[in-house]
């Protein structure tokens, strides 16, 4: 049969195998997916923070960076997102803030931006300036994309597709835009 030490190290490795798989499991539980779905929206808040200091700011993983924003300090919003069950703003380059420390102070939609934001009436959403958003976005409809800080270009809201790399966006089907 089995001497002890044998029965021993078996029952060890398979105690090690488990908490290694469910520690795996708890970590990949915990990852958030980088590639949020944010729905572009163009607006300011108001930081309305009650605590003492400033509020973290946040990646789009919901890891806490190297930034802070102020009390009673104002930030454009370019997009907002749903990241670790919070509803977030984007305030910049792979900036968010969480929604409960702030105070919509002005809010653009299709109705109510300036004439340059309005989209026609017979469309839905408002256009958004592509070299301000910091991102590789395609045009669901042209089948075009566009790189950030390149010539600026204006894509209806809802024809936005986000990629992570130019290789992504070619491989569905987009091309670069001029």
């Known amino acids: 049969m089995f001497s002890k030490n044998a029965v021993k190290a078996k029952l060890l490795a398979i105690i090690l195998a488990l908490v290694i798989a469910l520690g795996m499991s708890w970590l990949a539980s915990q990852r958030v997916n980088a590639s949020i779905k ?3 929206m ?8 009650s605590g003492k200091g400033k509020v973290h700011l946040l990646n789009e993983d919901g890891k806490y960076i190297k930034k802070y924003a ?13 990241i670790r069950k919070q509803l977030m703003y984007r305030i910049g380059k ?3 803030i969480p929604a409960k420390y702030t105070k919509k102070a ?19 959403g408002f ?22 800080g390149k010539k ?9 597709v986000f990629f992570s790399s130019k290789k992504e966006a070619e491989e569905a089907g987009y091309k670069l835009a001029n």
Do not use: C, R
């Open 94 to 96: 792979n900036t968010w």
């Open 38 to 40: 944010e729905t572009a």
């Open 152 to 160: 600026n270009h204006k894509i209806l809201s809802l024809n936005m």
């Open 106 to 124: 002005s809010t653009k939609t299709a109705a109510s931006a300036p004439v340059q934001w309005k989209a026609k009436s017979s469309e839905k």
């Open 127 to 148: 256009l958004v300036n592509t070299s301000s958003v910091g991102k590789i976005i395609g045009n669901k409809t042209t089948k075009k994309f566009y790189l950030p």
């Open 70 to 82: 102020k009390k009673d300090s104002k930030w454009k919003v370019y997009a907002k997102a749903t």
């Open 42 to 49: 163009h607006g300011k808040i108001i930081v309305k923070y």
